[in-house]
């Protein structure tokens, strides 16, 4: 039975010596007596035992990977705590096998130097609106520095960037004194549109009662000068149609007598108004006034 158990061990032993499959997502680099023989693909792949041997597991997919917090100064001199994550892929094995010892280490204190470096050009307001650019930079930095290690790096992300307690104290105070700032100026412009409306309405209004003024006169004055053509032309029918009565037969001695009676009427209201007796000179005066009358009547008759 014990013999058994160690033919069984040893058969498991030599098969895991001799065959191994690789899976899609890595490449496996493959030793030679301790030497670099070649690069097994992703399948089914049969080693020598005690002479060729799966010496690295390489994952091939993209890796992200966290940046550890850290302490930065920016160029104003002020402390921020930035952290990110880092996505990188490798793309040649080999290099990333022999070319350094632990590339996802070496990745990730390669990020905090560059970021480090970045955030020391930047002023704070600017780390935070400058975030794309840095971003660029830092990629641009590790890419670069990195391709002996045979790793493609994608992209970087930062995280959060977090200045000290004081800071965001006098950052908030600022704000505060900005968003007052801010009401002051739009309480002072609300107030300036206010007075600006009240003075245009003040202005339409006066310009209004002007033209309100400027038109009932206008209309009065029509009104008047409609009155007085009427009263005119009433006045000129009148006269024609008495000068019509005249022409016709009697006419002359109607207004004879018109002319007696109204002076007889008026002759009579003086002498009641007068304080002392008005008496005719003579007969002969009143005589000659009615000869008088029927000479202006005999006239207008001519006529």
């Known amino acids: 039975m014990f013999w058994l158990a160690l033919f069984v ?24 007596f301790g030497k670099f023989d070649k690069m097994l693909m992703p399948g089914f792949h049969f080693l020598v035992p005690f002479v060729d041997k799966a010496a690295y597991r390489q994952e091939i997919r993209e890796q992200a990977i966290d940046v550890p917090p ?16 880092v996505y990188l892929k490798v793309m040649d094995a080999e290099k990333a096998s022999y070319g350094i010892a632990d590339y996802r280490a070496a ?22 609106s400058e975030r794309e650019e840095m971003n660029h930079n830092i990629v641009k ?12 790096m994608i992209r970087y992300e930062i995280m959060n960037i977090s200045p000290s307690r004081r800071v965001i104290d006098t950052m908030e105070q600022q704000m505060e004194a900005e968003r007052q700032k801010r009401a002051e100026i739009t309480q002072s412009m609300g107030e300036k549109e206010a007075k600006i409306n009240i003075s245009e309405g003040q202005r339409q209004q006066a310009v209004n009662l002007s033209e309100g003024e400027r038109a009932r006169r206008i209309n009065e004055a029509k009104g008047r000068a409609e009155e007085i053509r009427l009263l005119a032309d009433a006045s000129a029918e009148g006269i024609d149609m008495v000068a019509e009565a005249i022409q016709a037969p009697g006419g002359h001695a109607a207004v004879k007598m018109q002319l007696v ?43």
């Open 70 to 85: 850290q302490m930065c100064i920016t160029r104003d001199n002020i402390q921020v705590e930035v952290d990110g994550i």
């Open 261 to 303: 009676e109204q002076f007889v009427d008026d002759f009579g209201e003086i002498i009641k108004g007068a304080d002392v007796s008005v008496v005719p000179e003579g007969l002969a005066n009143i005589k000659g006034f009615f000869q008088g009358v029927n000479q202006v009547g005999e006239t207008m008759g001519e006529k």
């Open 9 to 32: 061990l040893m058969v498991i032993f030599f098969v895991k010596q001799t065959f191994i499959i690789v899976p899609e997502r890595e490449n496996v680099i493959k030793e030679r």
């Open 107 to 128: 990745s990730i204190n390669l990020a905090q130097t560059t970021m480090r470096s970045e955030i020391g050009r930047l002023t704070l307001d600017e780390t935070f």
């Open 141 to 152: 930095e590790i890419d670069r520095a990195s391709d002996p290690w045979g790793i493609k």
